[in-house]
């Protein structure tokens, strides 16, 4: 379980309250108005913004005193965060050994999740001769192989044409599934929760409230949530 117990996030005049639970292997969205703090929220989990209060507990361990790459948590970006002069193969390898340090087995493990994401052959390519859906499939790739149990996933496919970010909303459900991990995704559009995340994180007006369904949330959104949205 992540447990954000009695957090406050400030930056500036900027302040976000989070006191909530998110259940182990559950799917999440997190959304509401631009600016109202979802990425802030990602970002505490992740280590890179300190809390001024509270903290944030994954199987009740408190992460507060882990820096960000000890924690059980894999981030990815809307830029994906890959290495330029790297091969595919070497961006996915990172996910194992920082240092690529890869053995012959790691060097399987690299190929095998490159397999899993549609990308088999492709390993010894360069990032920037991939198209922008391949390049997600390389990060997307690395993320299974850092083996986290928390992945945060903020806006990554937010730069893809609508078929393509379903397709990748799919993989990712596939590959949670499949390792139990819990998700947290960050997203602009309703539609990307509805798809797959059964519960949703609304953050509005300084505060994240507690994951209520999505379906339900979005058919009767609160008033803040709805003037986003569109709906009157």
Aim: hydrophobic share 45%.
């Amino acid at each position: 379980m992540l447990r954000f117990d009695g957090v406050v996030l400030r930056a500036g005049d900027f302040r976000l309250e989070a006191d909530l639970e998110i259940g182990k292997g559950a799917r999440v969205a997190v959304l509401g108005p631009s600016g109202a703090g979802k990425s802030t929220l990602l970002a505490a989990v992740a280590g890179f913004l300190r809390l001024e209060q509270g903290r944030i507990l994954w199987q009740g361990a408190d992460l507060g005193p882990l820096g960000p790459g000890a924690r059980p948590v894999t981030i990815l970006f809307q830029d994906q965060n890959l290495f330029p002069h790297l091969s595919v193969a070497q961006n996915v390898g990172l996910g194992i050994s920082p240092g690529l340090r890869l053995s012959r087995d790691d060097l399987r493990r690299v190929d095998d999740a490159l397999e899993r994401v549609g990308l088999g052959g492709l390993g010894a390519r360069r990032p920037g001769s991939l198209s922008g859906g391949e390049q997600v499939r390389v990060a997307l790739a690395r993320a299974v192989l850092r083996a986290r149990p928390v992945m945060l996933l903020d806006e990554p496919f937010g730069a893809l044409g609508p078929a393509l970010k379903a397709d990748m909303l799919d993989l990712v459900a596939e590959i949670a599934e499949e390792t139990g991990a819990t998700v947290l995704m960050v997203s602009h559009d309703p539609a990307d929760a509805l798809q797959v995340c059964p519960e949703t994180v609304l953050v509005a007006e300084g505060v994240a409230h507690p994951p209520a369904p999505t379906a339900a949330l979005l058919a009767d959104p609160p008033p803040t949530l709805r003037a986003y949205l569109g709906n009157g």
